[in-house]
């Protein structure tokens, strides 16, 4: 499945209108075409469902869901919610996916009034992990400014040689010469138009008639009165003419489509246009001005050429601001104007060139990245499906009973807090958190005995004796597991006020390592503005040796497909393929020998350095022959001092969210946060650690 982002370069460009001559282009290709518009739009005077989803609907019979209203997405981002914001975009995104080949992304037109609608596209297209296609009319403006305009907008989303911006379409075209003298002076002023890297997917001339609006969308417009509706529903206005002139010199304005606009106390005007109407020219309508009511008697006289349905409308403004309001209106296609917007659906379709993106089209899904609120999204979802019941030793620390409470307010995981009730309420009333009435709390003095001689039991091998396991049961994280190795519960969370040392310490003694594996690693899910990559071993070996670094390449290849990255992986080095030497050079290669023979199938490079992983261009230059440079989603570094200081490093310096450690290797799942977490890092945890669970069971 695909995602075709829509991305306008200005004002007036026609955007719905190309969503609808795309989605139909596609489908006559064959394609099964989806549609969403994530954030509402509404113009003036509208009501009800937003304009695009509805026109969409009732064009080609696509259901789409509906949009975020723009007052909420306003809200949010004044509070710093973007990624709140963005997680409810994937959702919706998701419904509309279902079963299809591709999806018509609709994004943001820019307004006076929301000044953040490129920042907001750059997000949605990223999140969507979308293919941008810019939208552009030239309208006042001249080439120059219509190629740079073009320019800025393709920079946003990375420039116009980024593999993720296909191209532009033009719509509106107006030239006299015609379409293709217009395309060619525009690669004068912008060169990159029209070659492989930067396509013309369209160019769609200007045609008056599919610009017409009714004349009935004309008086709402301007809520004007309605003296005379007549035919105001079928008729469109295809030109404006305001009449100042004698009446012979107006004759030959008289055209169909025109309407006329004169003060109301012209009946010369109104009685040559009634004549007019009735020689069969088929006016758009009679909009009287300045506030003058027409005389009855002239009316009466019309009567033939009204009830042959010429509309007669009137506005209290005067002729001049009159003219402008008309001048000034936007001339979007209506939600009801279903024939005009099949008309406009047709022509479109007709203009544009879809073939030049069967080759995008045809890119395997496996290859698409996971974007950090796709990532998210899907966290979330699949730990509510998987119902899983988490211990947190950890049950009287604020941020750990807040995310508890979101947890189990969010249906992520059935939440168990290891702390007296009284503690955790007093901490939920001085923090204002809300806890829910099915949040359960366990006082561990009233519960450290039941757990006393299975604890000497597991581990009568060193000798345990039962005062020494009542004692040790008193750690709360030795408590939460022992319930967690007597399957009580399906994942345990520590980590805001202990070590790591003390959250593995427990787990390493009690639960042990999985079949097949002989060490525990860990792994960072670092969520980079437009994809998620994941870094190990960054919290647990300090010096693994080449035989325990292939094993946590294996382990982080199989946590990344678990939680839906595609695994990439890169054995990183300070050299890339044989270009230097070293013991710890030696190390990284030997460590890919070792991976490679046990999984032979999985993409595995090594060494390479950071750039040559993840950047194409590098990768290509120093690793021409690779299956992983350029393109690595899974990085593992050579000893935890250079995982540690390069998760730190991208964290901080990049602004980046790291969602981790998530250990990898043990029986059953365990994780470890750090002490700087912040709430929504504890409810990702958790997520992540229902996650693992559900995994494992299957």
Do not use: W
């Not at 596209?121 to 979308?130: I, M, V």
């Not at 004759?251 to 009946?267: C, F, I, K, M």
């Not at 999985?514 to 919290?539: E, I, K, N, R, T």
């Amino acid at each position: 499945m695909h995602t075709l982002f829509l991305a306008p370069c200005g004002f007036g460009g026609g955007l719905n209108s190309i969503s609808l001559g795309l989605i139909s282009a596609l489908e006559r290709a064959g394609l099964k075409v989806g549609f969403f518009k994530p954030i509402a739009q509404p113009f003036p005077h509208d009501q009800g469902r937003e304009r695009s989803c509805v026109l969409v609907e009732r064009t080609l019979n696509i259901v789409s869901p509906e949009p975020l209203p723009l007052e909420q997405v306003e809200r949010q981002l004044a509070d710093g919610e973007l990624d709140l914001l963005l997680e409810d975009v994937v959702s919706r995104y998701q419904d509309v996916a279902a079963g299809k080949d591709v999806v018509i992304v609709e994004g943001m037109v820019p307004t006076r009034e929301f000044n953040h609608t490129s920042r907001i596209n750059t997000h949605l297209a990223k999140s969507l992990d979308a293919d941008v296609i810019l939208i552009a009319a030239q309208g006042t403006d001249t080439l120059k400014r219509l190629a740079e305009r073009i320019e800025i907008q393709a920079q946003l989303f990375g420039g116009a040689k980024d593999p993720k911006v296909l191209g532009v379409i033009l719509n509106k075209v107006k030239s006299e010469d015609g379409t293709s003298a217009f395309i060619e002076r525009l690669k004068a002023q912008l060169p990159v138009l029209g070659t492989a890297d930067f396509q013309l997917l369209g160019a769609i001339p200007f045609a008056d008639k599919l610009n017409a609006l009714r004349t009935r969308d004309i008086a709402e417009l301007l809520d004007a009165k309605i003296l005379h509706a007549g035919e105001a529903e079928q008729r469109r206005v295809e030109q404006i003419v305001l009449c100042a002139r004698a009446v012979p010199n107006t004759v030959q304005l008289l055209q169909p489509g025109v309407l006329v606009v004169t003060p109301g106390d012209r009946d010369d005007i109104i009685l040559a246009a009634s004549l007019a109407s009735l020689n069969g020219v088929r006016l758009a309508g009679l909009l009287l001005c300045s506030d003058f009511a027409p005389d009855p008697r002239i009316l009466e006289l019309c009567k033939a050429a009204l009830d042959g349905g010429l509309p007669v409308m009137t506005v209290q403004t005067g002729s001049y601001d009159t003219a402008t309001n008309l001048f000034g209106l936007n001339k979007e296609t209506p939600a009801d104007d279903i024939e005009r917007a099949s008309q406009v659906t047709d022509f479109i379709a007709q203009h544009l060139q879809p073939e030049l993106l069967h080759t995008r089209l045809s890119v395997p899904r496996s290859e698409l990245r996971l974007s950090p609120p796709a990532f998210r999204y899907q966290l979330v979802k699949r730990a509510q499906q998987a119902n899983k019941r988490i211990v947190l030793p950890e049950g009287n620390e604020p941020r750990t009973i807040r995310a508890a409470a979101i947890c189990q307010e969010r249906g992520i995981a059935r939440c168990v807090l290891l702390a007296k009730p009284e503690e955790v309420q007093a901490v939920a009333r001085e923090q204002g958190i809300q806890l829910p009435a099915s949040l359960e709390i366990l006082d561990p003095e009233l519960i450290i005995n039941q757990y006393v001689e299975p604890m000497c039991e597991m581990r009568k091998a060193k000798g345990l004796t039962p005062d020494d396991a009542r004692e040790q049961l008193k750690d709360t994280v030795v408590l939460g597991t022992m319930m967690l190795a007597l399957d009580e519960v399906d994942g345990l969370v520590s980590g805001a006020i202990h070590t790591t040392a003390n959250t593995i310490r427990p787990a390493l003694q009690l639960i042990k390592t999985a079949p097949g594996y002989s060490l525990v690693s860990s792994v960072f899910f670092m969520l980079l503005p437009d994809q998620v990559l994941v870094y190990g071993d960054c919290a647990v070996n300090p010096n693994p040796s080449a035989t325990e670094l292939a094993e946590i390449a294996l382990q982080s290849a199989e946590s990344a497909v678990a939680l839906g990255v595609n695994p990439r992986v890169a054995m990183i080095s300070y050299s890339t393929g044989t270009s230097g030497s070293g013991a710890e050079v030696e190390k990284v290669a030997e460590a890919t020998r070792i991976a490679q023979e046990r999984a032979p199938t999985l993409p595995i490079d090594g060494p390479l350095q950071y750039d040559a992983a993840s950047v194409a261009s590098v990768g290509k230059q120093k690793a021409p022959n690779s299956l992983v440079a350029g393109q690595a989603t899974v990085f593992i570094f050579p000893d935890l001092n250079t995982g540690n200081t390069t998760y730190k490093a991208v964290q901080r310096s990049a602004n980046v969210i790291s969602v981790g450690p998530m250990l990898q290797g043990l029986r059953k799942p365990v994780n470890d946060l750090s002490r700087g977490a912040l709430v929504d890092d504890i409810v990702f945890t958790i997520a992540l650690t229902a996650l693992q669970a559900d995994n494992q069971k299957a």
